[in-house]
T-cell receptor
Framework: GAVVSQHPSWVICKSGTSVKIECRSL??????MFWYRQFPKQSLMLMAT?????????EQGVEKDKFLINHASLTLSTLTVTSAHPEDSSFYIC???????????FGPGTRLTVT | KQEVTQIPAALSVPEGENLVLNCSFT??????LQWFRQDPGKGLTSLLL?????REQTSGRLNASLDKSSGRSTLYIAASQPGDSATYLC???????????FGGGTRVLVKP
């Protein structure tokens, strides 16, 4: 139980285009979802926190107009990287809470490469 | 602002040796602490979760201790195996908002 999926697992896009990443909780309702970014050989950095039906809360230094987060249902959150640039190439990981308080369940990650 | 540090950044041991991974954090007002495993190019696998009121947690060959007052946690892996080779991350959970702050990770290589 407590499975979180992400789609796609990897994506390559051209500079200037937008790409959407989905995060789903498969067997529980996720009251809160988190989006993290991980650069090669670095740790995870929290980008934003989203609660179902409300606007996401972004961490300092994360551009909310560039990284659009939508949490329209209790099982789905999406991250859209708009006008992607090569420096946005990274590993994006989502997590969700809801089954047990304060325990986050992580998705398998999405590798984004911007050419 | 919470800061989490993991030492060493990398560790190489022969098979069978015990592993000791350290994690320190600057703000002791934490809700919990988690240890994760990450294989290259993969997501996170949760290993152990220690609530702030607990001193340790055990699962099989893994044991994690927590000393909140000194801002430290240690992950012990007994009788290491080549399959234990991975990056181990510790993360501190805040009481508010469920936010996790991650350490930089320790890359472990267990040589056969």
């Amino acid at each position: 139980g407590a499975v979180v999926s992400q789609h796609p697992s990897w994506v390559i896009c051209k500079s200037g285009t937008s790409v959407k990443i989905e995060c789903r909780s498969l067997d529980f309702q996720a009251t809160t979802m988190f989006w993290y970014r991980q650069f090669p050989k670095q740790s995870l950095m929290l980008m934003a926190t989203s609660n179902e039906g409300s606007k996401a809360t972004y961490e300092q230094g994360v551009e909310k107009d560039k990284f659009l987060i939508n949490h329209a249902s209790l099982t789905l959150s999406t991250l859209t990287v708009t006008s992607a640039h090569p420096e946005d190439s990274s590993f994006y990981i989502c997590s969700a809470t809801g089954r047990t308080p304060y325990e986050q369940y992580f998705g398998p990650g999405t590798r984004l490469t911007v050419t | 602002k919470q800061e989490v540090t993991q030492i060493p950044a990398a560790l190489s041991v022969p098979e069978g040796e015990n592993l000791v991974l350290n994690c320190s954090f600057t703000d002791s007002a934490i809700y919990n602490l988690q240890w994760f495993r990450q294989d290259p190019g993969k997501g996170l696998t949760s290993l152990l979760l220690i609530q702030s009121s607990q001193r340790e947690q055990t699962s099989g060959r893994l044991n994690a201790s927590l000393d909140k007052s000194s801002g430290r946690s240690t992950l012990y892996i007994a009788a290491s195996q080549p399959g234990d080779s991975a990056t181990y991350l510790c993360a501190v959970g805040e009481a508010a908002g469920n936010k996790l702050t991650f350490g930089g990770g320790t890359r472990v290589l267990v040589k056969p």
